[in-house]
């Protein structure tokens, strides 16, 4: 009888020890820079350690996106934008959010020349090619403004050299990346949407809603150490740069400290949200339904995509 208990025992032992040694493999959807930097903290500070799991981080490549990993199932949960998780379950994916970090929409449209982005009706602006700008394609459509979108990759090449009349960037990176060329930009020619009704959530982190439900405790447990990793970055900002510098440094992205600090700094502004003054760290149902009403009315959802899709429920 001691022997049965003993062989129980030891067999629950080793069933823990696997369900710990599990991974979660985290990617976010671009790659290694300030915007992430409350993961990468919460993986350097031990947080993810002390709730119980493993987890590794995964950047994306230029042949496979973060999307595709997770779908693939090669990564278990990766950031997203709202808009491109809604327009995944639009076409069947089933997600779940199970930590919202942005709680402000950070798009902005810059324009050349000193011109109102608004009175440039049927010029040339730059979009990213991995598919960011649903929000400012309604609001063109909306305004009637007839933009021809340029997509591209990864920087302000084109709008610097003079190709583009506007471009699409966001406040926490293109943005600074044009202050630091030496462009003057001003409410003349910044138009940000959050001022403009168009104040839509943007970064989250999700999972399959089949993980999900097979790995509920190692989720939060993640959620929650992610969480502690950004709360920690908000009272050590000077740390939390120097992380997110090794991090940059060992995946040989081209960038420097002055750029990383007023990512950072926006970064954990547009967590604040406007209403609450909180960093609230949820998915808001009434932007939910705006997005979805809009990506509706302009055709980039079939359907209206609701709250309790992408939730624990």
Sequence with gaps: MRRIVLTMVLAAATAIG?????????TPQWTAQAQFAGYYVAQEKGFYKEAGID?????????????????NNESQATTLQLCQAMELVDLGEELVNILQ????????IVSARNKNPMTQKGQRVGIWSAGFGQIAICMSIKEKLDYDW???ATNINL????????TLAMSYNEYYQLVQTGM????????????HGYNI????????????????????????????????????????????????KTDRIATNRVMQKLMLEEVLRLQVDRESKKREFRLRP????????????????????????????
Excluded at 55 to 71: D, E, G, W
Excluded at 217 to 240: C, I, M, R, Y
């Design 18 to 26: 696997w369900a710990q040694k599990e991974t979660i493999i985290f």
């Design 55 to 71: 987890v590794k981080i995964v950047h994306p490549s230029v042949t496979q996106s973060a999307v595709n990993r997770m779908l």
């Design 101 to 108: 970090t942005s709680m402000n929409n950070a798009m902005v």
């Design 150 to 152: 340029v997509r591209f």
């Design 159 to 166: 709008f610097v050299a003079g190709a583009l009349d506007a």
């Design 184 to 195: 003057k930009l001003s409410d003349k020619n910044v138009y940000r949407f959050c001022d």
């Design 201 to 248: 959530q943007e970064d989250g982190v999700y999972m399959t809603r089949s993980y999900y439900e097979k790995h509920r405790k190692q989720a939060k447990a993640f959620a929650n150490a992610s969480k502690k990793g950004w709360l920690w970055a908000v009272d050590h900002p000077e740390e939390t740069l120097e992380i997110v510098m090794r991090y940059a």
């Design 286 to 313: 009434d932007m939910v339904k705006k997005a979805s009403q809009l990506m509706v009315e302009n055709k980039m959802l079939v359907r209206e995509v609701k709250y309790e899709e992408l939730i624990d429920n």
